[in-house]
Nanobody, 114 residues
């Protein structure tokens, strides 16, 4: 079954770091347009970072603190989050085009305490 499986969320103090992983499983022939999004309670889902080819883009709120990367050999991509702030608290979702179809991960909770 083709899917995206997330891991790496948790509770961290402000100023700390976390790394989220998103692994594509199943029969994968292509993976493109990878991204991370987040949704705080009562708010819409917002883009955090995307990577297309070798180009990464970030929301202004995370520039300089978050880094999106990919490991082609493992069909996995990551979101390294540094200098975390309480306002980064949200459920984080990964997404990607797998075999030209859009998939979402199950979501992982990130909670940053002040």
């Amino acid at each position: 079954q083709v899917q995206l499986v997330e891991s790496g969320g948790g509770l961290v103090q402000a100023g700390g770091s976390l790394r989220l992983s998103c692994a594509a499983t199943g029969r994968i022939f292509s993976i493109n347009d990878m991204g991370w999004y987040r949704q705080a309670p009562g708010k819409q889902r917002d883009l955090v970072a995307t990577i297309t080819g070798g180009n990464a883009n970030y929301a202004d709120s995370v520039k300089g603190r978050f880094t999106i990367s990919r490991d082609n050999s493992k069909i996995t991509f990551y979101l390294q989050m540094n200098s975390l702030k309480p306002e980064d608290t949200a459920v984080y979702y990964c997404s990607a085009l797998l075999n030209s179809h859009l998939y979402w991960g199950q979501g992982t909770q990130v909670t940053v305490s002040s």
